[in-house]
């Protein structure tokens, strides 16, 4: 498990980043989970993508913040390109309990964040956060999601991504 770090120690990038995801998480449509998420990832030019989580009554139907903030980037021409992404949600039910537990991607993201990794010929960092930001793990996506599908899985002979820093 990745030590737990505050905002505070992360370098400016990261912490701007981390704000940015904490940013998106307010435009958030959560009407069924009352949780808004929100997810921001930079490239190798520096351009920050951001997403938030946008549900739907047909649940299958709900696009998540690190989907929407994938698909910013990939459609701009910068799929290709990311390094990392921070991730965050908090309740939107007043008076409902925060915690400090901070917010990793869905089983679903962890498989896109890894390809985009492929792409990107990087191991991605994911920055999770707690809704105040007061907690920061950092991972490598090969971290939440070992032994990953990937294009490898399916015989197209990428390089698997290497480490990032």
């Known amino acids: 498990m990745a030590a737990t770090r505050t905002l505070a120690t992360l370098d400016a990038d ?3 980043l981390a704000q940015a995801a904490l940013a998106a998480s307010e435009h958030a449509y959560a009407p069924y989970s009352g949780y808004a998420v929100g997810a921001a990832l930079r490239t190798r030019a520096g351009t ?7 549900e739907n009554a047909a ?3 709900t696009l998540c913040a690190e989907v929407g903030a994938l698909a910013a980037a ?18 939107l039910a007043s008076g ?7 917010v990793t991607p869905c089983g679903r993201c962890r498989q896109l964040i890894l390809e985009a990794g492929h792409r990107a010929r990087r191991d991605i960092r ?13 991972f490598t996506i090969a971290q939440l999601l070992p032994h990953g ?3 490898a899985s399916l015989g197209k002979g990428r ?3 290497r480490r990032s820093r």
């Open 159 to 161: 390089s698997p991504p």
């Open 59 to 61: 649940y299958g139907m």
């Open 96 to 102: 409902a309990v925060q915690t400090t537990a901070v």
């Open 126 to 138: 994911v920055l999770c956060c707690s809704h105040d930001l007061s907690h920061v793990q950092a």
């Open 14 to 16: 990261d912490r701007a």
């Open 149 to 151: 599908f990937g294009p």
């Open 48 to 54: 920050v993508y951001t997403g938030c989580n946008v």
């Open 74 to 91: 990939n459609g701009a021409g910068a799929g290709d390109a990311v390094q990392v992404i921070a991730v965050t949600g908090r309740r």
